[in-house]
């Protein structure tokens, strides 16, 4: 739902009320409200602020969404939406950020990560990074607190599987169950809004044969689908399910769909430099190519994965 107000002289960001929750803080004079129930009447309130503190709220506008929700998108979250990795579970170099403290921005914010027992197993477990290794964590109840208040504001919040060093393989029914358990457990633990899927390495290929991607036969393949499948269908319409797949094989599968997770790899086209010749893998210009995760066409000099633990952003 879109919200404008006259700006105030002196003001140099505005906050923005649902009811007695700040949703929002802005820099102009207008703001989009999302997360709202379809056919329901809200109010909304703004103060001004600046270095010498915040103003009184304005006065109460009362507005209600059509039946078909008050933001343009689907499961409350607004058409185009910015979703963002919180890494609650690890120290990543650049510091713990505490969940309320997740900019107003993120409209979803991923629970980075929950990672299995063991590769096969299924079993996905999450907890928050020891004190030893993030110094400022908050405690499992202000944790979940503010998890609760960022979704009072209209935010998402998911739980995130796998990552760097998650590598998951449902390739047993077996597994497969350990997933929906294990999963379900964290959602109604932490009362999540759904799940994303981050499979990275080789957790997910195709076996010799599959090659209808209409109708897999891959078990890795057939039982993540038929997990998610089940985790929906328990937690209805308004779960949300999002994918972060790697670019490197995005690419590169939709060249070519086959068997194998290397089988992709050998379709890729020779490193090249700038200026397009051929280069050897002694070459500098191939250096940072040949010893990092970094696509071919990712133009670095940088040693570290762009998906590595010890990112600078949270």
Not at 223 to 245: D, H
Request: hydrophobic share 35%; glycine share 10%.
């Amino acid at each position: 739902m879109p919200l404008t107000w006259s700006a105030v002289p002196g003001a140099t960001s505005y906050h923005v009320y649902r009811g007695t929750t700040k949703i929002q803080t802005v820099t102009g004079t207008s703001a989009t409200a999302t997360g709202l129930t379809p056919s329901t009447a809200y109010t909304f309130q703004v103060s001004a602020a600046n270095a010498a503190g915040e103003s009184p709220k304005s006065a109460a506008v009362t507005a209600t969404t059509t039946s078909g929700g008050g933001n343009g998108g689907t499961n409350g979250l607004p058409a185009h939406a910015l979703v963002g990795y919180l890494h609650a579970s690890f120290a990543n170099g650049s510091g713990y950020t505490r969940m309320a403290d997740v900019p107003d921005s993120w409209d979803v914010i991923n629970l980075a990560f929950g990672e299995p027992t063991s590769v096969t197993s299924g079993d996905i477990r999450f907890s928050l990074c020891p004190a030893t290794e993030c110094p400022n964590v908050e405690s499992p109840a202000d944790f979940k607190a503010a998890i609760k208040a960022k979704q009072a504001a209209g935010k998402k919040v998911l739980i995130s599987i796998g990552g760097q060093n998650g590598q998951v393989q449902l390739s047993t029914t077996a597994a497969r169950d350990a997933f929906v358990t294990s999963v379900s457990k964290i959602i109604d633990e932490y009362g999540l809004d759904g799940l994303d899927i981050d499979f990275e390495g080789h957790s997910l290929s195709l076996q010799t044969g599959d090659t209808d991607f209409r109708s897999p036969t891959s078990p890795v393949i057939v039982n993540l689908i038929q997990a998610v499948k089940t985790l929906k269908a328990k937690y209805g319409a308004k779960f949300v399910l999002t994918m972060a797949p790697e670019t490197f094989f995005v690419q590169l599968g939709y060249q070519y769909y086959g068997s194998g997770p290397g089988a992709a790899r050998t379709r890729a086209p020779a490193p090249t430099c700038r200026s397009s010749t051929p280069c050897a893998t002694t070459s500098p210009c191939c250096t940072s190519r040949t010893t990092t995760r970094a696509p071919s066409w990712a133009w670095t000099t940088s040693t570290t994965p762009w998906a590595a633990r010890t990112s600078t952003s949270p």
